[in-house]
């Protein structure tokens, strides 16, 4: 079974300029998580989808990041512009449905985002 | 979530047994215990959960204290490839909140 894909891995931009992140989540996982990791310290969520539905973004700086989940399986994560402090690894993690309590999180490889 | 507590780092000789412990003093009843390592420039991999009975999976043996309040996880023959931050992860299970990462352990398996 394919696990969460991430795309791309790298990524190295100009500040100011826009950005993406692709996720494609294990196939039948309802539940979304995007997740930022700084350098040297452990992944922080930015934003939880149940189905196509945002239910966590509390900790999504939505003055320059957006994130949607069209249909709900892949999902996209925007940055718009990017910053210098933006330079992180992006996560993305897929679980199966909370209430049959399968929701252990999957995660992808990541994205390196370099912001010059 | 209750908060745990990990040593910073930990070397383990290759083929022997990794014992990575975890303090979780505040767990509270409804809560599980969940082991994640992350190797250098990977994301996190689930390795087990449990809530109060040792558990044991191919890759590792989970023992939790009958207080619940420490936990310890095994790696039976340590290889290389096992070298990675271990987070040892405190959480109700059945809510899909987010997994609040420690600091975590950093294992060096030495050849």
């Known amino acids: 079974e394919a696990g969460v894909v991430q795309s791309p891995r790298y990524k190295i931009i100009e500040k100011k300029q826009p950005v993406a992140f692709w996720c494609n989540p294990i196939?039948?996982?309802?539940?979304l998580y995007w997740y930022l990791q700084n350098l040297g310290q452990g992944p922080e969520l930015l934003i939880r989808?149940?189905?196509?539905?945002?239910?966590?973004d509390s900790q999504l700086p939505k003055d320059r990041f957006s994130a949607e989940r069209l249909k709900g399986v892949d999902s996209t994560l925007k940055i718009q512009p990017a910053e210098l402090g933006d330079s992180a690894v992006y996560l993305c993690?897929?679980?199966?449905?909370?209430?049959?309590?399968?929701?252990?999180?999957?995660f992808g490889p990541g994205t390196r985002l370099t912001v010059l | 979530d209750a908060k745990t507590t990990q040593p910073p780092s930990m070397d383990c000789a290759e083929g022997r047994a990794a014992n990575l412990p975890c303090n979780h003093s505040t767990i509270s009843g409804n809560e599980y215990v969940y082991w994640y390592r992350q190797i250098h420039s990977q994301g996190p991999q689930y390795i087990i959960h449990?809530?109060?009975n040792n558990e044991t999976n191919e890759m590792a043996s989970l023992i939790i204290t009958e207080d619940r309040k420490s936990s310890t996880l095994i790696l039976p023959h340590a290889t290389l490839r096992d070298t990675a931050v271990y987070y040892c992860i405190v959480r109700v299970s059945g809510s899909a909140r987010q997994l609040t990462f420690g600091s975590g352990t950093q294992l060096t398996v030495l050849p």
């Open positions: 989808y149940e189905n196509e539905e945002a239910v966590d």
């Open positions: 993690a897929s679980s199966l449905s909370p209430a049959w309590g399968q929701d252990t999180q999957y």
């Open positions: 196939s039948g996982h309802n539940t």
């Open positions: 449990g809530l109060k």
